[in-house]
């Protein structure tokens, strides 16, 4: 009879939104914003409550878009959730300091259960034993909560209260008494996490950006650096709005021979904002750091062709910019006006080169590079228009690597990531299901037995995903697990998609299996969607991450492949001995083939041509090995003509492996080329440690047989070898210390 009386008083009740001042920035009106538990920036023991039905509905399971799992082995609550038996219910969050309160956010469980609550008071203490709850001047003021369990619901006070601790007292709910919440508060000054805070460069703008106001950011940067930014569009999105692209270059209109491409892209989702904002920064950043001479900045902009694409699904950016950034939940904008989840609509590749190799015919019958896509892609309305529009752009440039912001973890996930197809289980329908629902947002969980298959640049891809993640400055520290609690990444921030959260038709596996690029998953955070004024943090988290991350362009060899009049051979296959995955020259000749430090055996391959096969060497030495190639028209009408004579030459093409044996060399001149090979690198790596200074890169170029040579690297990553090995070298690009073996993650 009393929470009817209170609704009707509620009901009748003038709503009052004042906008309360922060003290703080005084000349700013905003939002007190939130104190950050979703971002667990507020910490486990800052929440209490009166009780818990179980113990993964524990308090601490409380916030705002948790993601809970029904799975029975690893069960994690969707939120925190009372113990039904009880006659009185609060949930507690202790601010650690006196903060000035001015709302509540809250969100029911994410489970397929409607469990949440329509109703609560709201108290506020400073020692946690006398409270005082929030008043109409006649009786406890009740806020109306949620109505579905998904839709996060703001309630702001009518005036700011100062206080220490807070309680929500739920008075009504549906289901099971289950919540999760944000509160809105403002430190005050001389608070300690104020004093923290950075004080970044003032010239850049740290703000949440809409549709149109990306545009005109990213115009206002060309004007700036007209000399070194150039903006295109990658296709229309089903709405119609251009899905905008920087490329930032010494020469940004064209491809430079030699010079590799790469890109940083975000907003898949359109609600995962942080990476949107890193990519218009890094924008911001480049060119300002260029015209002020930064000479790592003009290094990399005058090396490199940088393409920044900062919102990939910009229906889906103004869907979730219109909620904002603490109402628009996990999955508002997250889709495509269509409905798709852009990073998991590409073609399917995986299971055809997966079935290919179970049958033993890659590479020989089956290439293990540039799988063909299906037929009728243009025309397939499973695919959105703006995947097609990103197949079409990742095809039109020779990217070499790449990587994709998303949000709602704080780890970087590298391919493959899906699993072998197992249609007798229906894991697409099961996935196709939770997308209707939107509840999921298409993860699903692997089973223990599902091993998946390893990426032939594993190793590689690993270097990659560590070279992020142990830059950013808060990546590798998770302390409390990961966002949701299934701490499967481990606590070194990064984690193989595919033992994680798999996912068939990634961007991630598409772009491995058929184009040249690398491209790995970065996400940001736990809050997909941080309040703006988190963003300059953000961005010195991110900042050495996204420079050393795109540095790694030059790890590995590169090279032009010509024919003997000098002219550039396109589409030339580069393959690496040991390594199952090939790369292909550019229609300028020119290719990259990243790899980590060590010596390969690397062959060449064009039709029409005789293969050339060459010893290049990967130094720890900053910038990419040169390795460029010459090919002779092959001869194979006189080889089959004249059989005897061929076999009889100093080189022969050896007809079935492509390679060129060299039979007059001795076995033992082979091995003792070998060890003075690595005598010298050895030295010059002494070298290098003792100047510190940067050496050029070594090509050796000497026909070797086709033994397996163990690289420094891996005698290094594996701990194998003799004392001599660089145990703990560091890589001279990276002004960074990277003592970490590859195989402790
Ligand atoms: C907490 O203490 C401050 C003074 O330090 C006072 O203004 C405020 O009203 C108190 N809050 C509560 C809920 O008692
Ligand atoms: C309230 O919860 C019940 C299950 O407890 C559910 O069947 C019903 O749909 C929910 N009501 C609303 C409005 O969602
Ligand atoms: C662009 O280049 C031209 C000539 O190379 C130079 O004169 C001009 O100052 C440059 N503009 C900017 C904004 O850097
Ligand atoms: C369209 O694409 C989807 C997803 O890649 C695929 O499953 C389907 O077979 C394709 N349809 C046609 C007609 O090619
Ligand atoms: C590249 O070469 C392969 C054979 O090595 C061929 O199948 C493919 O069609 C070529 N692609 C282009 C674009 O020329």
């Not at 700011?160 to 809105?184: D, F, K, T």
């Not at 949440?208 to 903006?231: A, D, G, L, R, W």
């Not at 003009?298 to 940088?306: D, F, K, N, T």
């Not at 996990?330 to 079935?355: K, M, R, S, V, Y």
Request: hydrophobic share 30%; glycine share 8%; aromatic share 10%.
């Amino acid at each position: 009879q009393r929470l009817k009386e209170a609704e009707e008083r509620a009901r009748n009740r003038p709503r009052v939104f004042k906008e309360p001042k922060s003290k703080s920035t005084p000349v700013q009106i905003w939002k007190c914003p939130p104190l950050g538990i979703e971002s667990h920036k507020v910490e486990p023991d800052q929440f209490s409550a009166s009780s818990s039905s179980q113990y993964y509905f524990a308090p601490q399971r409380a916030r705002l878009n948790m993601q809970g799992s029904d799975d029975e082995e690893n069960m994690r609550g969707g939120a925190w959730c009372a113990n039904a038996e009880d006659r009185i219910h609060w949930f507690e969050i202790d601010a650690r300091r006196e903060t000035e309160f001015t709302g509540v956010i809250t969100q029911g469980r994410n489970s397929f259960n409607d469990d949440y609550v329509e109703s609560y008071f709201l108290a506020f203490s400073n020692d946690s034993r006398e409270w005082t709850t929030i008043h109409d001047g006649y009786s406890d003021w009740l806020f109306f909560g949620n109505s579905d369990k998904d839709t996060p619901v703001m309630n702001q006070l009518a005036q700011p209260v100062l206080a220490r601790y807070m309680r929500i007292i739920p008075q009504s709910w549906n289901g099971s008494l289950c919540m999760r919440l944000e509160v809105l508060g403002c430190p005050l000054p001389g608070d300690p996490r104020m004093q923290n805070e950075v004080t970044p460069v003032d010239y850049l703008q740290f703000k949440h950006h809409s549709y149109s106001e990306m545009v005109s950011f990213m115009k206002s940067v060309n004007s700036e650096c007209p000399n070194i930014t150039n903006i295109y569009s990658l296709g229309l999105s089903s709405k119609g709005l251009d899905i905008m692209a920087m490329v930032i270059s010494g020469n940004p209109m064209e491809h430079e021979i030699g010079e590799p491409e790469f890109r940083f892209t975000a907003g898949l989702h359109g609600n995962e904002a942080t990476g949107r904002e890193m990519v218009l920064l890094f924008m911001q950043y480049l060119c300002k750091e260029y015209k002020d001479r930064n000479p790592r900045v003009q290094r990399l902009v005058e090396g490199i062709r940088i393409h920044l694409v900062p919102s990939l699904n910009p229906d889906g950016q103004v869907e979730a910019f219109e909620a904002g950034s603490e109402l628009s939940g996990w999955t508002t904008g997250h889709f495509t006006e269509d409905g798709f989840d852009i990073f998991q609509n590409f073609p399917d590749l995986n299971n055809i080169l997966w079935d290919a190799e179970d049958k033993g015919m890659v590479p020989k019958l089956t290439p293990n590079h540039h799988m063909p896509l299906p037929a009728n892609l243009e025309t397939n309305s499973s695919i959105a228009v703006e995947t097609k529009a990103i197949i079409s752009w990742m095809k039109s440039h020779p990217f070499v690597l790449g990587a994709n912001f998303q949000g709602g973890e704080a780890i970087v996930a590298y391919p493959y990531d899906s699993l072998q197809d197992r249609r007798d289980q229906g894991y697409g329908h099961r996935e196709e299901e939770e997308d209707d629902r939107g509840r999921s947002a298409g993860y699903q969980y692997s089973e223990p037995d599902d091993e998946p298959r390893v990426v032939a640049d594993e190793s590689l891809f690993r270097w990659l995903a560590v070279s992020y993640a142990s830059t950013h400055l808060t990546m590798t520290r998770s302390l409390y697990g990961s966002c949701h609690g299934d701490a499967a990444g481990g606590t070194h921030g990064i984690v193989n998609r595919a033992k994680w959260k798999p996912i068939t038709g990634s961007m991630n596996d598409f772009s491995y299996l058929h184009t040249n690029c690398f491209e790995l998953s970065i996400f940001l955070g736990c809050d997909k969607f941080p309040h703006q004024s988190e963003l300059a943090v953000e961005w010195e988290k991110n900042r050495e991450a996204m420079i050393i991350f795109m540095e790694q362009v030059n790890r590995g060899i590169r090279g032009i492949v010509k024919d003997q009049q000098g002219n550039p051979i396109a589409n030339a296959t580069v393959s690496v001995d040991g390594i199952n995955h090939d790369v292909t020259t550019a229609t300028t000749g020119d290719y990259w083939r990243l790899l980590n430090p060590g010596e390969y055996r690397v062959t060449v391959r064009a039709e029409g041509f005789s293969p050339v096969t060459k010893i290049c060497v990967v130094g720890y030495q900053s910038g990419a090995t040169a390795c460029s190639f010459n090919l002779a028209k092959s001869n194979w009408d006189r080889i089959k003509q004249k059989p005897a004579i061929a076999s009889g030459n100093k080189r022969v093409v050896d007809g079935v492996n492509g390679h060129s044996a060299n039979s007059q060399v001795s076995t033992e001149r082979q091995r003792r080329l070998r060890i003075a090979r690595i005598r010298r690198l050895r030295q010059q790596r002494l070298l290098k440690l003792r100047s510190m200074t940067t050496l050029p890169p070594t090509t050796t170029t000497i026909p070797t047989t086709p033994e397996t040579t163990t690289s420094w690297y891996d005698s290094w990553v594996t701990g194998e070898g003799q004392s001599s090995t660089p145990g703990g070298f560091t890589d001279s690009i990276l002004d960074y210390n990277y003592e970490y073996k590859i195989d402790d993650y």
